[in-house]
């Protein structure tokens, strides 16, 4: 996660981070289908409850029975997550139904949406939200078959409106998006604001600036589309300046959407346009990767070599998402982000780090990986990137496997004969622990060692606090008193970031990287 975090917002992430961004979107998906269900017993929303039932029944069905007609074509791994997903948006998006034509037309829909994931695709990767190509496809249908229905965006009623906040907000937390769906959020309800302010001034009524603000806010999709569609991994680009492209051009489309003769393009034309412009941003793709070396790198970290089969762009402290196969996933699905232990000069050899011994399916899948076989990179994403000014001294302090990011970032250095003003702090729960140590001395910068244990055979440039001392946010800054001169980098657990920040504060600036385990 980059940016600042509290006390409080580190034990949120460490709560969510035991699901990945896919169980706990399906499992937000699920509370508010379930919730819809209940609101329409009393009338709270627009459909009913057999309607919904039936509707939610019919896209799962359908959903489910595209994707794994298309696997089983395409020789891909079951992924009934992403199945369920895109059903669950769908029932918010189109408008539920018990009629066999409406019924039909959600069908279709639904085959649209799944199988967008691989028609509409370019290099294993999908370029589109399925669940709005989708409704897209079925609102143009609708022109010619009414019958069919179209797009509806029921979703948008102020009964769903906390609801989609609350969880739309576990989602976005989890998925590290929650400032460029607020950036979306208030452009779209700003200029759909001021729109409905003009068109009302202009019929010659009063205008009420706070009943249109709240109809507004609580009766759009906005929130929904934002928070569940917009924010999509698989469809933004890697870097936060484009993601925040991306979310002013959809939140513009989406508050004041184009008319095309007796046609208008809605909240998913906004989305399908904003997905376009991620494409073009960068038009990223599935990398395969081939495990050529596993090897222990300290007794409970393990560092993995693949190499690529083609060359694919990364910065140095950027992470990948890796895809690993296996039955029975658990509550975190098939895939997780590891930081790049390798630098982009020493491609086509890839390097990854792990902690062995967790229990997890996914970390266990991984474990057992012949040298051979072969996984997929489905995304390459991050902005914890050192400062392109040089000159700029820099802390860098590392807690555990945390330090995996930083080895990128100082290997480039080392490969591109950068000379810079580093220190670096490094803390372990003893001195085996320490990892990477022949890359972060090839740098030849200054590092301090927090460990139980004197380490042996420490570089010159390289020290131990002493036993028993423990680094805390004082300790911190007698240990790097020109701190306030420095721009601060910190990866580890969310709890250190915490203890830590009182004394990061005081740097020239702040950039975390918190991770909440595998």
């Known amino acids: 996660m980059i940016g600042a975090l509290t006390a409080g917002s580190t034990r949120v992430l460490g709560v969510l981070g035991h699901f990945s961004m896919y169980r706990l979107a399906m499992m937000s998906l699920a509370a508010l289908a379930v919730i819809a269900v209940i609101l329409s017993l009393f009338s709270l929303v627009g459909p009913g409850p057999l309607e919904l039932v039936a509707t939610a029944a019919v896209l799962a069905v359908v959903c489910v029975a595209a994707d794994v007609l298309a696997q089983s074509v395409l020789r891909l791994p079951r992924r009934i997550e992403s199945s369920f997903i895109t059903a669950a948006i769908l029932l918010f998006v189109l408008f539920p139904t018990t009629d066999p034509r409406g019924l039909a037309g959600i069908a279709v829909a639904a085959v649209v949406a799944s199988w967008s994931k691989y028609l509409l695709a370019w290099r294993g990767r999908h370029i589109f939200n399925p669940a709005a190509v989708g409704a897209a496809v079925l609102t143009l249908i609708s022109i010619a078959v009414p019958a069919l229905g179209a797009s509806a965006w029921w979703v948008g009623t102020p009964a769903m409106a906390l609801p989609v906040f609350v969880l ?16 979306f959020w208030v452009i779209a309800v700003g200029i759909a604001f001021l729109r409905a302010a003009a068109s009302t001034s ?48 959809v939140g513009v489309l989406a508050a004041w959407p184009i008319h095309v003769g007796a046609f208008t393009l809605g909240q998913e034309f906004a989305l399908l346009l904003g997905n376009l412009l991620a494409f073009a941003f960068t038009a990223r793709s599935a990398v395969r990767l081939v495990l050529e070396d596993s090897a222990e790198v300290t007794p ?53 780090a ?43 302090v590392a807690a555990g496997i945390g330090v995996t990011p930083f080895v990128s970032q100082l290997r480039h250095l080392v ?28 740098a030849g910068i200054r590092v301090l060692i927090f460990t139980r244990d004197e380490p042996d055979g420490l570089p010159s440039n390289w020290a ?8 805390d946010a004082d300790g911190l800054v007698r240990t790097v008193p020109d701190l306030a001169a420095r721009h601060a980098y910190i990866s580890g657990p969310p709890a250190l970031i915490a203890d830590l920040t009182p004394a990061l504060e005081r740097a020239r600036s702040l950039t975390t990287d918190a991770f909440a385990g595998y």
């Not at 992470?319 to 590891?338: K, M, N, Q, S």
């Not at 991984?366 to 996984?375: N, R, W």
């Open 168 to 183: 739309g907000l576990a989602v976005l937390w989890r998925t590290e998006k929650l400032r460029m769906v607020a950036g």
């Open 202 to 249: 202009a019929a010659g009524l009063e205008v009420d600036a706070a009943g249109i603000l709240g109809q507004v806010a609580l009766s759009s999709p906005y929130l929904f589309l934002g928070a569940f569609m917009l924010s999509e991994p698989l469809t933004m680009p890697p870097r936060r300046w484009q993601q925040f492209a991306v979310a002013v051009v």
């Open 300 to 352: 409970t970290v393990r560092e993995l070599t693949f190499r690529a089969r083609r060359a694919f762009p990364f910065r140095p402290g950027q992470y990948l998402e890796l895809d690993v196969p296996h039955r029975h996933p658990d509550a975190r699905g098939t895939r997780r982000e590891f930081s790049l232990v390798s630098a982009p000069e020493d491609l086509p050899r890839v390097r990854i």
């Open 354 to 396: 792990f902690k062995s011994g967790s229990s997890s399916s996914y970390k266990r899948a991984l474990a057992e990986v012949p040298v051979g076989g072969t996984l997929a990179v489905t995304g390459v994403w991050g902005d914890f990137l050192l400062p392109a000014k040089t000159t700029a001294p820099l802390l860098l």
């Open 415 to 442: 490969a591109t004969d950068q000379d810079r003003d580093i220190v670096l702090v490094y803390v372990a729960s003893d001195s085996s622990e320490l990892a990477f140590r022949d890359d972060l001395a090839a």
């Open 464 to 471: 131990w606090a002493g036993r028993g001392v423990r680094l």
